[in-house]
C-alpha cells in the first residue's frame, strides 16, 4: 500500500476538498500518513486567503525540496486556493513540485497522480470553469461523529479585500437531492452531526431554482437518524426570514448562527463592498434573537482596513457591545494581490492594527464572559466528542450552541448525549457536571 501525506491549510471546505481528494486517492491504493518522510505522495492543499497561510505553505514547499532530493520518485503536489491563484508561478519557484491542481480540478486528482506515476514531469491545471466537483467522487472522512458536506462552490460576492471569487469562481449549488443523499450516507456511517458548508450559504440554489437555502435545512432536519445540523458561513445580506423561520421550527438544527459583519461602521463596510449597513445588520440580529431567544451569534472582524481612522474604529467598539456576540474571529487586515483593496489609499500602519486588534479582542473577551456568565447553573444538551487534550480524565463536548464544554469522565462514549449542569463559566469554555 502507497502511502500519501496530505497538508491542509485554511477553511473548512479545504478539509472538505482534502476528504475527497483522500477518498479517491484510496482507490489507487494510497492510504494517509500523519509522517511526511514515509510518504510515496506529498499533497499540500493550500490557502491563500491570507498572507500568513502563503508563507507556512511556502515554508513547508522548502521543507519538501530536500525530501524530494532523498526520495525522487516521490509525487509532490499543490492543490486548493494557492495553486489556483499561483498556477505555473508555483513550478518555477519550485522545480520539484510535480504537479499543481486548481480549485475546480479535485476530482481528477486520481488520473493525474497515476499520470505522474507512469512518467516524470510537470502538470498543471488550474482552469476555472462553471462546473462543480461531480457526485461521486468518494469521500474519506475525517472524524467520527461529524461531517462536513459542501452545498455550494464558488462566491459571487466581491469583497474589496477578499481573493476567494477570483480562486474559487463563481457560485455553483449542488442538487439539493445529491445534498441529501450525502447526509444520508453519512448518518448511514455513525456521524451524528452535519455541516453544512458554503462560501456563502444563504445564497444556496439562486442559480438552479430548485431549492433555497431555507428549503435544504427543512430536507436535511428530516433525514432520519441525524442529531445535528450545522451550516457556515452565512452573508448577512442574504439570510432570509425564511432560513431564520426553518431554523426555529426544526428538530435538529442548531442555534448557531456565524454571521460576518467584518466591520461596524457603515464607511468601512462600504469600502469593504459588505452591500449592508450597520443599520440593516441591526434589524437582522433582532429579527434573529426574536425568532432564537437563546442563539448563539459568532462573527469574523476585520480591524486596520484601508482608511480605518480612530473614530471608525471607536464606532466598532460600540457596535460590539452593543450587538453582544458569543465570540468573534478577529483578523489583522493584510493585502492580497489582486484584490482592490490592496492598492486603496491609506493603508494602516502595523503597529496601529495590532494595538487595535488587542483592545478589540479585550472587548470581545468582556462580552463572552459575561454571556458566559449568565449560563451559570443552566442546564445544557452536550454531544460528547471523547478526552480534552490536557487532562484524559476531562472530558469535552459541545452544546447546540457550539460552545465547548469540559467535564469529569464518567462512563460516556463519543457520541453520546448528555446533560451538563454548567458550574464554571469562563471565557472560552463552559465547565459542569453530568445530571
Known amino acids: 500500500m502507497k502511502q500519501v501525506y496530505i497538508g491542509v491549510y485554511g477553511c473548512q471546505m479545504n478539509i472538505s476538498d ?67 491563484k499561483e498556477s505555473d508561478r508555483l513550478i518555477k519557484r519550485a522545480p520539484h513540485i510535480d504537479f ?37 467522487v468518494p469521500v474519506a472522512r475525517g472524524g467520527r461523529l461529524s461531517a462536513w458536506v459542501p452545498i455550494m462552490y464558488g462566491c459571487n460576492n466581491f469583497c474589496t479585500y477578499c481573493i476567494v471569487p477570483y480562486v474559487r469562481g463563481r457560485e455553483r449549488s449542488r442538487m439539493p437531492e445529491d445534498i441529501v443523499r450525502e447526509v444520508e450516507q453519512a448518518v448511514e456511517q455513525g456521524y451524528k452531526e452535519v455541516t453544512l458548508l458554503g462560501q456563502n450559504v444563504n445564497s444556496y440554489g439562486k442559480d438552479h431554482g430548485r431549492a433555497d437555502f431555507a428549503d435544504l435545512l427543512s430536507m436535511v432536519d428530516a433525514v432520519p437518524g441525524i442529531r445535528r445540523v450545522r451550516f457556515m458561513t452565512s452573508h448577512p445580506k442574504d439570510l432570509s426570514d425564511r432560513v431564520i423561520a426553518a431554523i426555529r421550527d426544526g428538530a435538529h438544527i442548531c442555534e448557531h448562527i456565524h454571521l460576518p459583519v467584518q466591520y461596524g461602521s457603515n464607511k468601512i463596510l462600504k469600502a469593504m463592498n459588505r452591500v449592508y449597513t450597520v443599520e440593516q445588520y441591526k434589524a437582522l440580529v433582532q429579527r434573529i434573537r426574536a425568532a432564537l431567544p437563546h442563539v448563539s451569534l459568532t462573527t469574523d472582524l476585520i480591524v486596520g482596513f484601508p482608511g480605518e481612522t480612530e473614530e471608525d474604529f471607536d464606532e466598532m467598539l460600540g457596535f460590539l457591545r452593543e450587538i453582544r456576540y458569543d465570540s468573534a474571529y478577529t483578523f489583522i487586515y493584510s493585502k492580497r494581490s489582486g484584490t482592490p483593496a ?11 492594527k495590532k494595538d487595535r486588534l488587542n483592545r478589540l479582542m479585550a472587548v470581545q473577551n468582556e462580552i463572552s464572559l459575561e454571556i458566559n456568565q449568565s449560563l451559570q447553573d443552566q442546564i445544557m444538551e452536550v454531544m460528547v466528542e471523547g478526552p480534552s487534550k490536557q487532562d484524559e480524565t476531562v472530558w469535552t463536548g459541545r452544546t447546540r450552541t457550539n460552545k465547548i464544554v469540559l467535564f469529569p469522565h464518567a462512563e460516556e462514549q463519543p457520541g453520546d448525549f448528555i446533560s451538563i449542569q454548567i458550574t464554571h463559566p469562563q471565557t472560552w469554555v463552559l465547565k459542569g457536571r453530568q445530571i
Open 18 to 84: 482534502a476528504e475527497r481528494m483522500e477518498g479517491q486517492l484510496r482507490t489507487i491504493g494510497y492510504e494517509r500518513t500523519v509522517v511526511m518522510e514515509d510518504a510515496d505522495l506529498i499533497l499540500l492543499n493550500t490557502c491563500c486567503v491570507r498572507e500568513t497561510a502563503e508563507d507556512k505553505v511556502y515554508g513547508k514547499i522548502g521543507e519538501i525540496k530536500h525530501l524530494k532530493q532523498q526520495k525522487p520518485n516521490m509525487i509532490f503536489g499543490i492543490t486548493g486556493c494557492m495553486a489556483q
Open 100 to 136: 499543481v491542481l486548481g480549485t475546480n480540478k479535485v476530482h481528477e486528482l486520481a488520473h493525474v497522480v497515476q499520470e505522474l506515476e507512469q512518467e516524470h514531469g510537470h502538470i498543471i491545471d488550474t482552469q476555472l470553469g462553471e462546473t462543480e466537483l461531480p457526485d461521486d
Open 342 to 352: 490592496a492598492v486603496m489609499d491609506h493603508q494602516v500602519e502595523e503597529a496601529v
